[in-house]
């Protein structure tokens, strides 16, 4: 009896340790399939292609941004309005985590940005900007498509300062006051 006990208890630990090990490589799959989706973002943002990159969206897929709440569409023409002051651009979004449950995946990521900008005195200015954001992911037809994403922390800067480039744009949008 005690026999039966001890193996069956060490097949439940194997179980449960199974178990956890494919449900880490589940989480570690999608993180890494979302941290490649990012990257095509990125790359689509400074492409200008923003066709492909609404592709990667569902289509009711809605950004938040300083309490603001956008659509696919209108953040593409926030996206827009900005990109036409901007040179020289750079961008990274880094998957820090990512848990998925059934066919969603909850993930944070590191999000910087870089830019040269001219201003309204005409010089150009460097404008970088340095946060967090939390997006949801469905899986569809086997691919992740972003169904929201919400900044969760943004520190924007001009020439090393604290600004609102929501100011420079029409107040379209892309910064918090700091």
């Not at 066709?51 to 603001?68: E, H, I, M, R, V």
């Not at 997006?135 to 020439?159: C, H, P, Q, R, Y």
Request: net charge positive; proline share 2%; with cysteine.
């Amino acid at each position: 009896m005690k026999r039966l006990t001890l193996v069956l208890a060490i097949g439940a630990i194997f179980s449960v340790a199974v178990g956890s090990a494919s449900f880490a490589d589940t989480n570690s799959d999608a993180k890494k399939a979302i941290q490649a989706i990012n990257d095509r973002a990125m790359n689509l943002i400074l492409k200008q292609d923003f066709k492909s990159l609404a592709k990667l969206c569902t289509p009711d897929c809605k950004f938040t941004q300083n309490g603001q709440t956008m659509s696919v569409d209108q953040m593409i023409g926030v996206m827009k309005a900005q990109m036409t002051q901007m040179k020289d651009m750079k961008m990274s979004s880094t998957v820090l985590t990512c848990s998925v449950k059934g066919g969603t995946a909850t993930c944070t990521s590191h999000d910087k940005s870089y830019a040269a900008m001219v201003g309204p005195d005409k010089k150009l200015h460097k404008i970088t900007s340095d946060g967090t954001s939390k997006s949801v992911f469905v899986k569809s037809g086997g691919i992740w498509l972003m169904k929201s994403n919400a900044t969760i922390s943004d520190k924007e800067t001009m020439d090393g300062k604290p600004f609102d480039p929501s100011a420079m744009t029409g107040g379209g949008g892309g910064g918090r006051k700091q």
